[in-house]
């Protein structure tokens, strides 16, 4: 930990006196200038995921303030969510077929873990078009598992009719599961 040094943030923000830097500092509440240590990220992640609000994190924190555990909790789990699984094929399969017929924000609802953020960008570099608006081309919306039991009863070689009534869905929107390859490699 080290102290403020005003004099190098004079230098920094000119026409600022240093009665005007210490006043955002203090409406900041920055106490002094700290690098973040293993053991505090750890106790702000255990309480984090205990239900703990920022502000009753840092009561109990010395120097650190209300904003430095919200910047810190926000950094951290951007830093984390990247690690999260890689998309799986069956939802590689559901995004193919469900991208022109629901919205964007209704894929990621139904896709459980997944945000509309990671629905949006996966369908650009799968190189399909996110859908924005309402529903089209459908009579009912299928989720991942009916997807999945189409498929399988592709693969057994029963009729795109049959299929399309049992699911209420109509013959082209079985076409054109049947096309999707599964196995495909896809970022």
Request: aromatic share 8%.
């Amino acid at each position: 930990m080290y102290e403020i040094d005003y004099a190098i943030l004079l230098e920094h923000f000119p026409g600022r006196s240093k009665a005007s830097i210490r006043e955002v500092m203090s409406r900041y509440e920055i106490r002094s200038i700290k690098n973040w240590t293993y053991d505090e990220d750890m106790f702000v992640k255990e309480k984090k995921e205990d239900g703990w609000t920022a502000k009753q994190i840092a009561a109990i924190m010395p120097n650190r303030s209300e904003e430095a555990v919200k910047h810190r909790i926000r950094q951290f789990l951007r830093e984390h969510l990247t690690l999260r699984n890689d998309w799986t094929e069956e939802e590689k399969l559901y995004l193919k077929f469900m991208c022109d017929k629901l919205p964007v924000k209704e894929i990621a609802a139904r896709l459980k873990d997944r945000t509309y953020n990671a629905v949006y960008q996966k369908l650009l570099r799968m190189g399909l078009t996110p859908q924005e608006k309402g529903w089209k081309n459908m009579r009912k919306p299928l989720d991942l598992e009916e997807v999945r039991a189409i498929k399988q009863r592709l693969d057994k070689g029963e009729s795109q009719g049959t299929i399309a009534a049992d699911f209420n869905v109509t013959p082209s929107s079985i076409s054109r599961i049947k096309k999707i390859d599964v196995n495909q490699k896809q970022d």
